[in-house]
């Protein structure tokens, strides 16, 4: 990556538990690519969600 590069990131939910009837956990898996269409980041990030 390079100042002036353009990014997307695709989000796509892999997982999701609940924990209780009002909490849960959702994983997310985050996939950047750059204006070459070339993979430069991928990770998984969970958060602990309110429903």
Not at 12 to 26: A, L, Q, T
């Amino acid at each position: 990556m390079y100042p002036g590069n353009e990014l997307y990131t695709i989000a796509e939910v892999i997982d999701k538990k609940e924990i209780k009837e009002e909490f849960g956990i959702i994983t997310v898996l985050l996939t950047t690519y750059n204006d070459k269409e070339e993979k430069v980041f991928k990770g998984e990030l969970s958060a602990l969600i309110r429903r």
